[in-house]
């Protein structure tokens, strides 16, 4: 049997949310929780996760807010997004790893798509083109009023050691307002795979919501 279990492809984990959301807390609890119940664990984070993909992230998180256009993003995100998936993401899914990914492709659609009002139809045609038909077997959103987010973001000690990582929560509210309603229309299009989190309570709690989340959707725990 456990050779069997071994032999059996990894689940990929997705963690979404506005800025401030908590998702950097949750997806290190939820990676602690899947290794103590035996999962091996990978994570991983976008843009970047691999070498390719980091160089990328570092034209998208810093700089101007006005850096670059929506379709400029788009195809920078996607060009690391196929390099993070072909050198990381799938390799670790064969080996029978569990991947938990600090976003993904609802990011882009929530940002690209509702945030900067890119055509969404074009953005999931481009996703199909890049990556084919692969989808995470689970996304967390983790949904937080925008102000209440980016205040956060503005006092906590990991916004200050990222540094000049800052190009998003830069934006305007209005941006943050847009995204929040894309992330909910994603989770209401896609329920099956799409798990909306209220993240306003305190970590511990939203752990345990987590948690139990996973474990009814793909008993891990």
């Not at 390719?52 to 998180?61: D, S």
């Amino acid at each position: 049997m456990a050779d069997l279990a071994a032999s059996e492809r990894g689940r990929f984990i997705t963690f979404e949310g506005g800025e401030g959301a908590g998702k950097s807390t949750q997806i290190r609890v939820l990676a602690a929780a899947l290794e103590q119940a035996g999962k091996a664990v990978c994570l991983t984070r976008e843009p970047g996760g691999s070498d390719g993909a980091e160089q990328i992230r570092e034209l998208l998180v810093t700089g101007d807010p006005d850096r670059w256009d929506a379709m400029t993003e788009l195809l920078l995100l996607y060009a690391a997004r196929r390099d993070h998936v072909r050198r990381l993401i799938e390799p670790a899914l064969e080996k029978g790893t569990w991947v938990l990914c600090d976003r993904f492709a609802d990011s882009t659609m929530a940002y690209q798509g509702y945030g900067h009002g890119l055509d969404r139809g074009k953005i999931a045609a481009l996703h199909k083109i890049v990556l084919g038909d692969l989808k995470p077997d689970l996304t967390i959103i983790l949904d937080l009023n925008p102000e209440a987010g980016l205040a956060r973001t503005r006092v906590s000690d990991e916004a200050a050691r990222r540094g000049a990582e800052d190009r998003f929560e830069r934006m305007k509210l209005a941006f943050h307002q847009r995204m929040r309603e894309g992330f909910r229309e994603i989770a209401d299009g896609e329920p099956d795979r799409v798990a909306l989190v209220d993240a306003a309570g305190d970590a511990e709690s939203v752990s345990l919501m987590i948690a139990t989340l996973v474990n009814s959707r793909l008993g891990a725990l």
